[in-house]
């Protein structure tokens, strides 16, 4: 007892203590996370009527964010894959960012759907076996199940390696490795079922392809490990782990043959809708070209469909994918193209026109941005935390006492 | 007294404790209103899941609370769907003049919040000669000075109360369903407000409380359902139950869009009646239903009475 909680404090003050870039970084985020909680107050008081989603187009940003983060939470699957199947070792010894990176992202995505409620303080109502989950009849009922499984496994696998670690052992693949095995079908299924969420419904015809959940999978597996990119340059700049160019050309390498797979989808649906011609394609009309003279989702549209091709152009060529100036572009790119496509541009065509025809353009309101900033923010946040842990404890700066307590040490790292 | 008031204080202290475990903490939980009557109604349990007793109680509370609010007393009825009933609609297409009489009849007998404006009722409206069946060429805001007007028709849309309802299939807590008169109902109380229901709903009936309903007590019809016109909260999904409190009375009224309607173009009554006026006209006159191809089932049906 007396262990685990000197442990905690070593843990606290690990967290708690850094230098001026660290202060600075955390004050940074909780100004936005001020914003964004100071905001959301306003949508208690006040309901999503602050927001600009209407009876005809019932989700919008918030919904919009949530897609976006399941695919990177989903993503850290591809980092597993190779690590622990192939025993690909400069991949294997990163995984564990990329899971911490999955724990924040669902974090975030629980939080965006917990913002988009109307009546938060009832969620317990969506729990099994205290409220009354509709298993297995409801989607979203999956999705909770999901999301939260996920979280948890991610949290299992970190938690235990990080504290072995920490104890300055050597994890157990026995204890663990059935948990990463489970967790790689887990993450295929954490934004497949995401995907059936919105392909269910027959009444939307822009989501009702069947082509929706390879889809979405495809560009999950181009953003999220866009992200984890610039990430690990970041730590790696920032902290004694070493992550060799190999591992980061690799997952680079990675990403162009999920690209490809994206834009073909994306093709073969684009070509089914406008050939066919059918009133189907008339959500798809107005993301590309604008319907009744309401255009506003066609430049980023445009935009997103540019950045990715250029991204899947410099993805696949060597030359660019090893250079670290064009790789980054990239993948500020691909972030942000998938970001455009998966967010705002897979949500809002759903709803337009909606089921009666009408044509409402959404574009989200200063109070719903401000809360989705803060909701970012939190997971930035939560991020910087665990890596605040994680990497002393990784580089084997700091070490919890074990057993009988030896050499009892909270050193905090130099940036 | 002093018992009840540490009776409160104790159910206070374990609720709190069990809404920081549900991991609420997170929401600014209203302390300020940290009575009895706001946790019983946080705990308050699925309406489907409660006993005689327990909605009995249940009711009397919501009608203290409103008689609050509006300063004046709502009954809230609580009619179970009657055997050997399976309410079914129709709607003569060649009547319909586009008055919308029948949506601001609805807005006063369902006590729909008037600032944000809801209706359940859309009454859409098409040029002759356009193509119309995708429903894409519709129309829902249009002031003319006289109703029929020469080059177009009109068609009303509501709740289909499908058969095979895809908002019941969606929704994640089970807070709405069909009952076995067909009526497809919401608990007010259980909904969370996720809207899925609304995105899954292929007939845009579904309508969500964006602000807290805004109604004059005086406009308040006093004469309510548990599961329908009963004054709404903000943040829960309604829509049109076939005006439940009255097609389940004793008296077995037509819904208010019926009645209300000034050239008979509305049509209600039970599937499984033989004699009905709705088995009649299924009989004997053109009738579909919107969007059969998704296979939802509705027992709405429109009709052309006669040609025109």
């Given at each position: 007892m007396v262990q685990i909680i000197r442990n905690f404090f070593i843990a606290l003050r690990q967290i708690a203590i850094g230098d001026k870039k660290y202060y600075a970084w955390l004050a940074f985020l909780s100004f936005f996370i001020a914003l964004g909680v100071y905001s959301y107050i306003g949508q208690l008081n006040r309901g999503l009527i602050i927001t600009a989603m209407r009876d005809q187009v019932s989700w919008g940003f918030y919904i919009s964010n949530f897609t976006f983060l399941v695919g990177v939470a989903a993503a850290a699957v591809l980092l597993v894959i190779p690590a622990y199947i192939y025993n690909f070792k400069p991949i294997k010894e990163i995984v564990l960012f990329g899971e911490l990176l999955a724990i924040s992202a669902i974090t975030m995505c629980i939080l965006f759907i917990m913002v988009d409620m109307?009546?938060?303080?009832?969620?317990?109502?969506?729990?099994p076996f205290i409220g009354t989950m509709n298993f297995p009849a409801s989607l979203l009922a999956w999705d909770v199940v999901v999301l939260n499984g996920y979280l948890a496994i991610n949290s299992i696998i970190a938690f235990y390696v990080l504290y072995r670690l920490s104890i300055g052992k050597e994890y157990k693949m026995s204890v663990i490795g059935p948990l990463i095995i489970l967790s790689i079908p887990w993450a295929v299924s954490i934004h497949t079922v995401t995907a059936f969420l919105y392909n269910g419904l027959s009444a939307r015809p822009f989501w009702n392809a069947s082509i929706l959940a390879p889809r979405f999978l495809a560009s999950a597996f181009c953003s999220g490990p866009a992200l984890m990119i610039v990430l690990f340059q970041i730590i790696r700049k920032l902290s004694e782990v070493e992550i060799e160019n190999k591992a980061i050309f690799k997952i680079a390498e990675l990403i162009a043959y999920a690209m490809a797979i994206n834009l073909f989808l994306l093709g073969a649906e684009v070509f089914k809708e406008f050939y066919s011609g059918s009133i189907h394609a008339e959500p798809m009309k107005y993301l590309y070209f604008g319907l009744h003279g309401q255009n506003k989702l066609v430049p980023w549209i445009w935009f997103a469909t540019v950045l990715n091709i250029t991204a899947f152009i410099l993805f696949l060529l060597p030359k660019t994918r090893e250079n670290f100036t064009t790789l980054n572009m990239a993948c500020v790119f691909v972030i942000i193209g998938v970001y455009i496509e998966k967010g705002m541009g897979l949500i809002t065509p759903g709803f337009v026109?909606?089921?009666?025809?009408e044509v409402y353009e959404y574009t989200p309101t200063t109070p719903e941005i401000l809360v989705a900033i803060g909701i970012w923010a939190i997971g930035a946040m939560l991020y910087t935390l665990l890596l605040k842990l994680a990497v002393p404890i990784y580089t084997g700066r700091v070490r919890f006492a074990a057993g009988r307590s030896e050499g009892l040490q909270g050193q905090e790292i130099k940036h | 007294m002093d018992n009840d008031e540490k009776e409160n204080k104790n159910l206070t202290r374990r609720t709190l404790l069990k809404g920081a475990a549900l991991g609420l903490a997170g929401v600014a939980l209203p302390l300020d209103r940290a009575n009895a009557s706001f946790w019983e109604s946080f705990f308050q349990k699925h309406f489907r899941e409660m006993n005689d007793a327990e909605i009995k109680k249940v009711i009397s509370r919501l009608e203290k609370e409103y008689a609050e609010k509006y300063k004046k007393a709502i009954t809230i009825g609580n009619e179970k769907p009657l055997p050997g009933v399976l309410f079914g609609y129709g709607l003569d297409l060649s009547r319909c003049i586009g008055c919308r009489r029948c949506v601001y009849a609805c807005v006063d007998e369902n006590n729909?919040?008037?600032?944000?404006q809801i209706h359940w009722i859309t009454v859409l409206r098409f040029k002759k000669g356009e193509k119309w069946v995708s429903l894409e060429e519709s129309e829902k805001y249009y002031n003319p000075e006289t109703v029929p007007q020469e080059d177009y028709f009109y068609m009303p849309v509501q709740c289909q109360q499908c058969e095979n309802p895809p908002c019941v299939k969606s929704c994640p807590t089970q807070a709405t369903w069909k009952d076995p008169d067909g009526i497809v109902v919401i608990d007010y109380n259980w909904c969370?407000?996720?809207r899925y229901c609304m995105a899954a709903c292929p007939y845009g009936a579904r309508r969500f409380n964006w602000a807290a309903p805004n109604r004059p007590s005086e406009k308040i019809n006093p004469n309510t359902h548990y599961l329908g016109n009963r004054p709404r909260y903000k943040g829960v999904v309604e829509k049109c139950t076939f005006c439940v409190q009255r097609t389940r009375s004793a008296q077995g009224r037509y819904p208010a869009c019926v009645e209300a309607c000034p050239v008979g173009a509305r049509k209600f009554g039970n599937?499984?009646?033989?004699?009905?006026e709705m088995r009649y006209l299924i009989k004997h006159k053109r009738v579909f239903r919107l969007k059969e191809d998704l296979n939802t089932n509705p027992k709405f049906y429109y009709f052309f009475a006669y040609g025109n």
């Open positions: 109307g009546q938060p303080m009832r969620v317990w109502h969506i729990l026109p909606d089921t009666l025809g | 729909q919040s008037l600032d944000p969370i407000g996720c599937l499984l009646d033989p004699e009905s």
